[in-house]
């Protein structure tokens, strides 16, 4: 265990643990946008940094990235942390004005407004990353990634129009936060619409309750990585025995 | 394989030294060798042609076994190229052409004249100069790392063995234990040269000290700022030096593996550096058993793509391990998990070049060059308007003024200096007041610019400085990775303000707003590219508020450059219908009146290209701005 303190509060954690999941376990507030457990941490919104002092040296770390530290001093909000926080919402608002999270997020840290035009009032993608990186780390298969540098990057299929690795879950619409994609199962098929494209996938029907209940392809792929008989998926869970 | 057979690989230092001594034996040091430049510069100006013109006419005269012909890297006096110095006597020819080829041999190489016309003229006087050390822009350099460039062709290993190449690693090896060398790289005060200043010694013992069963060393040869080229020169005109570092590190941490990571942009660096490699594999320099010491490394050439941010170490690292390449937080610092989560050291090639320097003469004579906080020689790409164009070394603590007076030669058609910005597209813009300062890492940064890359561009009074800032911050735009939201979006911001107030649209509140987002920026990017990317904007407003103010307030750009903000007028007085311009103009905005008339200018069809103000001799036609 490790002692630290933070905002004034003496805590105690596990060695490993990252400040932004040892103030969270003492209900102390820090904002994030691409954090999701299901996830490695990314470092990538800044929304978490927060002032650390180690041996009098002060600066400001990303919390869901650095570790706790014997006794290492935290400030999770000054002057110098409301200015950045406030700054990236302002960016953000005007990059995706109508993204609930964001709004969200902006009420909470006190930004009415942003200074900066707007210039697509549609976009929705925040650019987290969280898509990409659940559908590399948890499902496996890197079927979407960022392409492109500086403003111009945006989630993407290879090539923008090759969908062969994607086994239609929607873990990445279901862990978007700001419902930049979009999932949508309509009669025998599956839809997911990304801000760029949008992908159709056909859905397994149970031959006994004739719902459309699995995309084919996600079966297909379960049935290959567990090595297991495809005979498993012929019913749907609910008519399974 | 045939010729593998016949090296036989050098298996102690004492091979090494039997080696250069019947190479130096081989060598008749009173026998003319042309040295010529083919440096990417000087290849650019015909340098190749010019050395086939030598090769062809030497054969030609039956004169092979007389003259030597050498081809060499980058000298660093690139405005004047090709650079031909005739050795022994170190006679100093430039823009040098084919047809002077048969006259330098016979006039000067057989009969020993100097040929008056090739020589360097001082600018403002009518001095010419013979040899090439009495150049006022070599005689305040001191060209340590840099100035083993001149006399070696970089695709002979034996030309660098000639003046003394490997014996730092041979001392190394053999007389020196890894934390002896690492002291000495610790007590010489070497900080890392590719910008960032962090005590090289110190990065080396970290690394050394990190626990991993396999330990890299990196060579950065990215040099992603567009204004420098001293890594690419130094790559291209010295590999040997780089690779001798790398080795010597390599044995003082602890690592079996090296790369070498160029940018692709750079082909003759690639070819020399793989050249290097090859050679320095077959003399036993790099391999199983260096020098019989007992001591492995290979080294491999990995070439980027040339984007700005994979010069950033994470990046790079990511780059090499076939990822996209974008930084990382370093909270673990990539001496313990570095590439593939191994122990790494990165250091810049320019850094690597000075470890033999510091191994052979010694942690206090290199201690003894520079200031208090950083020592040796720094080699600068000194470009922009400024007379003597190139590459120059210099110790440490010099001033910006004898740089650019002494070395550079001062500001073309005695127009005023303005500014220098220092350290690549995310250096600040120092002004006039600052010429006195001394050039080291930390005065740099006091003055809110920074070592960086080494780049120093020079504006004079034609430039304007809110363009300036808006130039740069429209390239790092382009090479934000886009990982992070400050850089990201902030950036871009923070050119539209620029834009906006270029173009007449500034507003009261303009300043503020870029000073509060470089403070964000600047606070909560994750690399140092977004860490930097605000330092034009805040020391262009540091230094030269009031042409900010000018453009916001009175819609006025005093150098007369932002399109937006001018007008063209033509001044009757003086324009004798000469009708230059009116050829000139690509829009037929100038109409010839006849001649003794002057020419009318259409304000409404001009684009203000500004080629009719490029032409007119007589000042005849003004730029304006802003209500006069």
Redesign the interface.
Do not use: I, N, W
């Given at each position: 265990m490790v002692t630290l303190t933070i905002d004034g509060q003496r805590v105690q954690a596990e060695e490993g643990t990252t400040l932004l999941e040892a103030a969270r376990d003492h209900n102390i507030y820090i904002p994030t946008l691409c954090v999701n457990e299901a996830v490695s941490p990314y470092g990538a919104c800044r929304l978490c940094l927060v002032e650390v002092t180690k041996k009098e040296r002060q600066r400001l770390v990303a919390s869901c990235l650095y570790f706790v530290e014997e006794g290492l001093i935290v400030r999770t909000d000054s002057e110098r942390i409301a200015l950045i926080r406030g700054m990236i919402i302002e960016l953000l608002l005007a990059r995706c004005p109508k993204a609930g999270e964001v709004q969200e997020l902006a009420k909470r840290l006190g930004v009415r407004e942003s200074r900066f035009r707007v210039e697509d009032e549609n976009n929705l993608c925040v650019l987290c990353a969280l898509c990409t990186r659940v559908c590399q780390e948890v499902v496996g298969q890197s079927a979407i990634s960022l392409v492109n540098r500086g403003t111009d990057r945006e989630v993407a299929i290879p090539f923008y129009d090759n969908s062969d690795a994607c086994i239609a879950c929607g873990s990445c619409a279901y862990i978007c936060p700001t419902e930049a994609i979009k999932l949508e199962d309509v009669g025998d098929t599956r839809i997911i619409t990304m801000p760029n494209c949008r992908l159709e996938f056909k859905l397994k029907q149970c031959p006994k309750c004739g719902t459309y209940w699995a995309p084919e392809k996600q079966l297909e792929y379960m049935v290959k990585k567990a090595n297991i008989s495809s005979k498993v998926f012929d019913l749907c869970p609910d008519c399974r025995e | 394989m045939a010729k593998q057979e016949t090296l036989k690989k050098l298996g102690s230092p004492e091979e090494l030294e039997a080696k250069r001594e019947s190479i130096l034996k081989g060598r008749d040091t009173s026998k003319p060798c042309v040295t010529i430049c083919c440096g990417t510069g000087c290849q650019a100006y015909g340098g190749v042609k010019v050395t086939e013109a030598f090769k062809q006419e030497i054969k030609e005269r039956g004169l092979e076994a007389k003259i030597d012909v050498r081809t060499t890297g980058c000298h660093g006096f690139c405005e004047r190229g090709p650079l031909i110095v005739i050795r022994p006597r170190d006679i100093f020819y430039q823009r040098t052409k084919v047809d002077d080829v048969p006259e330098i041999i016979s006039e000067t190489i057989i009969k020993g004249d100097v040929i008056s016309r090739l020589l360097y003229t001082i600018p403002g006087t009518k001095q010419k100069v013979v040899r090439e050390n009495e150049v006022p822009f070599y005689q305040k350099q001191q060209r340590l790392v840099f100035g083993g460039n001149g006399y070696i062709d970089p695709t002979k290993i034996d030309d660098y063995l000639a003046v003394g190449g490997y014996a730092a690693l041979a001392k190394a090896l053999s007389q020196m234990s890894p934390e002896e060398i690492i002291d000495q790289v610790k007590k010489s005060g070497l900080r890392g040269r590719g910008g960032g200043g962090f005590p090289t010694g110190v990065k080396w013992q970290s690394c050394r000290r990190a626990q991993g069963d396999i330990k890299y060393v990196i060579c950065n040869c990215d040099e992603g700022d567009p204004g420098a080229f001293m890594d690419r020169s130094l790559m291209e005109g010295n590999p040997h030096s780089i690779l001798e570092g790398m080795i010597i590190g390599a044995y003082a941490i602890g690592c079996s593996q090296g790369y070498i990571y160029i940018r692709n942009e750079y082909p003759i660096a690639v070819r020399n550096a793989e050249i290097a490699l090859e050679q320095a594999e077959e003399y036993g320099l790099l391999g199983k058993d260096i020098l019989g010491s007992g001591f492995d490394l290979n080294i491999k050439i990995n070439r980027g793509g040339g984007?700005f941010?994979c010069g950033e170490s994470t990046a790079l690292m990511a780059s090499l391990e076939g990822k996209?390449g974008e930084p990382?937080?370093k909270?673990v610092h990539t001496v313990e998990k570095g590439l593939w989560d191994r122990p790494t050291t990165l250091n810049n090639v320019e850094t690597w070049a000075n470890i033999p320097l510091i191994v052979s003469r010694g942690a206090h004579w290199y201690a003894g060059i520079g200031t208090e906080n950083s020592k040796g020689t720094k080699i600068f790409s000194l470009v922009g308007k400024i007379n003597n164009t190139g590459l120059v070394e210099v110790p440490m603590g010099i001033s910006l003024r004898e740089i650019i007076y002494d070395i550079g030669g001062g500001i073309p058609k005695g127009k005023r200096f303005k500014a220098i910005q220092t350290g690549g597209p995310s250096g600040g813009c120092i002004p006039e007041s600052l010429l006195d300062l001394t050039v080291d890492f930390d005065e740099l940064t006091r003055a809110g610019s920074m070592m960086g890359s080494g780049g120093m561009i020079v504006m004079d009074e034609d430039n304007c400085m809110v363009d300036i800032a808006r130039y740069f911050l429209g390239f790092l735009?382009?090479?934000?990775?886009?990982?992070?939201?400050?850089c990201?979006?902030?950036?871009?911001?923070m050119r539209?303000i620029l834009d906006d107030i270029s173009q007449g649209r500034g507003k009261e509140g303009d300043i503020e707003?870029l000073e509060?987002?470089s403070?964000?920026i600047a606070?909560?990017?994750?690399c140092a590219l977004g860490g930097t990317a605000p330092n034009p904007v805040l020391t262009t407003i540091r230094y030269f508020r009031d042409e900010y103010q000018a453009h916001i307030k009175e819609k006025r750009c005093p150098a007369g450059v932002c399109k937006d903000l001018i007008s063209y007028v033509i001044i009757p007085e003086n324009c004798p219908g000469c009708g230059l311009c009116v050829k000139a103009c690509p829009v037929e905005a100038i109409t010839f009146m006849g001649k003794k008339k002057p020419v009318i200018l259409d304000e409404e069809k001009c684009t203000k290209c500004g080629a009719c103000y490029d032409v007119c001799r007589l000042d005849a036609i003004e730029i304006r701005s802003g209500i006069e």
């Open positions: - | 984007a941010v996209v990382r937080a909270y735009e382009g090479e934000s990775c886009g990982k992070c939201v400050p990201r979006e902030g950036v871009r911001r539209q707003l509060q987002l403070a964000a606070d909560g990017s994750l």
